[in-house]
């Protein structure tokens, strides 16, 4: 049996206009295809329609069933197709920060323009970082579908808030331990270590520190306009030492009030007065000066040498005692030899940093960096902060034999010795004692927003003001709460920036406080970093080595 038509006039509109009707006598017009009833809604009335497929299968095995029967002679009526609006729906993502729009064309329905983009848009209260042209290409798209077919793209995006940029203080003015890193060039180019240039002094009104304060950062919103606040940027103490003032224009400028040697304190910078000695010998005696001290020869055995800046020796230091709150700075050698009971006969100790060309057999500690250029032999080492053994150019910078201990890393060129001298070092230790503090900021931060929540419930609790406003006594109180309320939430912005740095740190603590040789690790290094330890066996060329799941492991791909 060929493909038969069926006629035209079986199918007409329903009364609302809404649905395609079919009217068939199963004896007449039957048997017949789900294709011919395709063909009927094919016709340019209803070829705008959506054909409703369940129904069209339905029709064809029920017409098909009665159609040889004595039944087949009843008309059948079957809703075969109808019209279908426009349809438009959004999908934002989870952290809001992002909505498309899908348009679906429609089925010989009403069709869609841009105010009900608009209107939809605002029932769902999609209302910000809205794309006006992406919205257009897209009902421009949406013009061209054929019906039921759909559209869609991202019509909106927030915008993250950027934090604030933490508070730093920029250094205007060079340092005596970077005297050492930069020797002055003679005039035939070779470089002269004894001749490290003038003392770098300042004179009144000379500019040391300019602070860039921390900024606040700009909020952010998502798609439905709420607002994403920017944690504004940690602050950083600046302080004015002696000898030196905030800058009446600007107290965000450190300027030196005497001629002096400037000296880096832990939050700013001070200027001492600077005594010049050539020798400290058992002739000159011991030294204890309240300023800077520059020595431009040599300080020999036994001599003990204290500052309350820096102290700066051209020549070499021999079996003596250095004491500094600034940085020591020697530009030649550090010599010192083991003592009966194993002590070292050199000791220095500064709360800046130690910077030497040359170290052996002696004893360093400091708040800040180490920084050896050449070698560091048999001494033991103690820094909170990194340990570096290297020239400027890193082809040179041994680190062998003694003890060395940094909190935040070491950095060398060769460690230990083709001797197998044993070398130990330690970084990393104090994840435990940092947790710890982490542990007490949360613990204070969380009294403080109960504190805040107590004060705001007291003051809620108040009758209105014109009821006390007259009574001194009220009034007082009231402006102490107020303070107190202020206070608690300043120190407790702080203390939560706190907690967001320390928390940084602790999460990245072994990435990046670890040991890096950059030419060779020899074996018989004993490698302590957190609670992770392991000796050297072989020679190792250059690596990163660093606490992998409480492992030491070593990395070669740098």
């Known amino acids: 049996m060929g493909f038969i038509m069926l006629r035209p006039e079986l199918i007409e509109f329903s009364q609302d206009n809404q649905k395609a009707e079919l009217r068939i006598v199963p004896n007449l017009n039957g048997p017949i295809t789900e294709d011919a009833l395709l063909q009927l809604l094919a016709l340019p009335d209803f070829s705008c329609l959506r054909p409703l ?87 421009a798209e949406f013009a061209t579908l054929s019906p039921g077919a759909k559209c869609h793209c991202v019509i909106a995006n927030g915008r993250a808030a950027v934090n604030g940029a933490p508070a730093k203080l920029e250094r205007k003015v060079s340092l005596a331990r970077e005297r050492l890193l930069q020797p002055q060039a003679n005039s035939d180019g070779t470089v002269d270590m004894r001749n490290l240039g003038a003392v770098i002094m300042v004179k009144p009104g000379n500019l040391l520190i300019v602070k860039h304060p921390a900024t606040l950062g700009v909020d952010g919103y998502n798609v439905y306009g709420e607002k994403l606040i920017a944690k504004p940027g940690k602050d950083v103490k600046f302080t004015a030492g002696n000898g030196t003032e905030f800058s009446p224009h600007d107290p965000n400028q450190l300027i030196a009030t005497v001629a002096g040697q400037p000296v880096e304190t832990p939050s700013g910078m001070q200027v001492d007065d600077v005594l010049q000695i050539k020798n400290v010998d058992v002739g000159y005696g011991h030294v204890d000066f309240k300023g800077s001290v520059l020595i431009t020869g040599d300080v020999g ?5 204290k ?31 083991q003592l009966k009971d194993l002590s070292l006969s050199t000791k220095l100790t500064a709360q800046g940093q130690i910077s030497a060309q040359f170290v052996q057999y002696s ?16 001494s033991h080492t103690q820094t909170q902060q990194q340990l570096l053994v290297s020239d400027a150019s890193a082809r040179r910078g041994d680190l062998v034999g003694g003890r060395a201990e940094a909190c935040k890393g070491i950095k060398a060129v060769a460690i230990g010795a083709t001797a197998d001298t044993k070398t130990e070092l330690f ?31 007291q003051l809620r609790k108040l009758p209105p003001k014109e009821q006390w406003q007259g009574d001194a006594m009220m009034v007082e109180q009231v402006r102490v709460m107020l303070d107190e309320k202020r206070r608690t939430s300043t120190v407790r912005t702080q203390e939560e920036l706190e907690y967001e740095a320390l928390k940084l740190e602790i999460d990245g603590y072994y990435k990046h406080y670890c040991i890096d040789a950059l030419k060779h690790v020899f ?7 957190g609670t992770a330890f392991q000796r050297t066996q072989r020679e190792h060329g250059p690596c990163h080595i660093r606490n992998k799941n409480q492992e030491i492991s070593f990395d070669y791909s740098h």
């Open 523 to 529: 074996s018989n290094v004993e490698i302590h970093i």
């Open 363 to 378: 004893e360093l500690k400091a708040t800040g960096n180490i920084l050896v250029t050449k070698q560091l032999l048999h």
């Open 307 to 337: 500052s309350l800046g820096d102290i700066t020796v051209m020549g070499f230091v021999d079996s003596a005692t250095l004491e500094a709150k600034g940085d020591i700075t020697v530009s030649k050698g550090v010599i010192g030899r």
């Open 53 to 139: 497929n369940a129904v069209i299968t339905q029709a064809v095995i029920q017409v098909n069933q009665l159609h040889p029967k004595d039944e087949g002679k009843t008309e059948l009526f079957f809703e075969i197709g109808e019209r279908r609006d426009a349809e438009i729906s959004f999908d934002v993502s989870s952290d809001k920060m992002q909505a498309s729009m899908t348009l679906t064309a429609a089925f010989g329905g009403k069709d869609l323009g841009l105010r009900d983009v608009l209107q939809n848009l605002k029932l769902q209260r999609i209302s910000m970082g809205l794309s006006k042209a992406k919205i257009e290409a897209l009902l």
């Open 301 to 305: 055995e036994g001599m003990v040498v």
């Open 427 to 457: 970084c990393a230790m104090e994840l435990t004692e940092l947790k710890q503090q982490l542990k007490q900021l949360d613990h204070s931060i969380k009294s403080m927003v109960v504190a805040g929540l107590n004060i705001e419930a």
